[in-house]
């Protein structure tokens, strides 16, 4: 089939749904301080968080909107189309069914995001020039690396919501991830989720320095064993 406007939001398969709501930028930099372990605990821990991606970039932490990508297997041009329309701080979420036949993408579209402002890249399936992607400084992660590079014939869809190692992503969520995962935190939930996070946060801090002091009061180990008939 010859789809030449793949922008067009009336074909299945080759739509963009780019009316999406951002957060604002001062609620999602207030994520980036607060591991991804603690914003998970304030999320009850039932969200997936990226299962089998990992970090190809060092230890720079993750934190930006995230703006979402669907594609078949191996296959890149939507990718491309959100990058062309990705505003500063966008976190480009790529549902490419795990699949690591063929790179997603590599140094090229890497620098190209650079340029654009984007603030990292989620790929469920494989990337290539992985040295490039460790030096960038870019947050990247991805279920592996290929030499094989990508088509670019589609199809594929931009802002739909999609899943990443078992995780939901909506664009608009707000997406947070270092050494530990990461996590899609809904706009609707993600004052709440912060406040709760801070507050875990101050009583971790807390917890903490009463171990280096030697004063950590332990009382509530004997105390759960004696409620459960210890």
Same mark, same amino acid.
């Given at each position: 089939?010859?789809?030449?406007?793949?922008?067009?939001?009336?074909?299945?398969?080759?739509?963009?749904?780019?009316?999406?709501?951002?957060?604002?930028?001062?609620?999602?930099?207030?994520?980036?301080?607060?591991?991804?372990?603690?914003?998970?605990?304030?999320?009850?821990?039932?969200?997936?968080?990226?299962?089998?991606?990992?970090?190809?970039?060092?230890?720079?932490?993750?934190?930006?909107?995230?703006?979402?990508?669907?594609?078949?297997?191996?296959?890149?041009?939507?990718?491309?189309?959100?990058?062309?329309?990705?505003?500063?701080?966008?976190?480009?979420?790529?549902?490419?069914?795990?699949?690591?036949?063929?790179?997603?993408?590599?140094?090229?579209?890497?620098?190209?995001? +650079?340029? *654009?402002?984007? #603030?990292?890249?989620?790929? &469920?399936?494989?990337?290539? %020039?992985? =040295?490039?992607? /460790? $030096? @960038?400084?870019?947050?990247?992660?991805?279920?592996?690396?290929?030499?094989?590079?990508?088509?670019?014939?589609?199809?594929?869809?931009?802002?739909?919501?999609?899943?990443?190692?078992?995780?939901?992503?909506?664009?608009?969520?707000?997406?947070?991830?270092?050494?530990?995962?990461?996590?899609?935190?809904?706009?609707?939930?993600?004052?709440?989720?912060?406040?709760?996070?801070?507050?875990?946060?101050?009583?971790?801090?807390? +917890?903490? *320095?009463?171990? #280096?002091?030697?004063?950590? &009061?332990?009382?509530?180990? %004997?105390? =759960?064993?004696? /409620? $459960? @008939?210890?």
């Amino acid at each position: 089939m010859n789809v030449p406007a793949f922008w067009e939001d009336t074909l299945l398969g080759f739509r963009v749904a780019d009316g999406f709501s951002r957060p604002k930028n001062e609620l999602v930099e207030r994520f980036r301080s607060i591991p991804t372990a603690i914003i998970s605990d304030n999320m009850h821990r039932i969200f997936a968080g990226g299962t089998g991606l990992r970090p190809l970039h060092g230890d720079a932490v993750l934190c930006g909107s995230a703006l979402t990508v669907r594609t078949r297997p191996g296959d890149n041009l939507m990718v491309h189309k959100a990058l062309d329309i990705a505003k500063p701080g966008d976190v480009i979420i790529v549902d490419a069914s795990g699949d690591m036949t063929n790179a997603i993408i590599g140094e090229i579209m890497l620098n190209y995001a +650079i340029s *654009r402002g984007v #603030a990292g890249f989620v790929i &469920d399936g494989a990337v290539r %020039d992985s =040295t490039a992607i /460790a $030096k @960038g400084g870019l947050p990247v992660y991805a279920r592996g690396v290929t030499h094989r590079g990508p088509y670019k014939d589609g199809p594929g869809e931009v802002g739909v919501t999609v899943t990443v190692g078992g995780m939901v992503v909506s664009s608009g969520d707000i997406v947070v991830g270092d050494e530990d995962g990461l996590l899609a935190i809904p706009q609707s939930h993600a004052e709440g989720i912060l406040k709760l996070a801070i507050a875990q946060y101050d009583r971790e801090a807390e +917890i903490l *320095r009463s171990i #280096a002091e030697g004063t950590v &009061d332990r009382s509530w180990v %004997d105390q =759960t064993l004696s /409620a $459960k @008939g210890l």
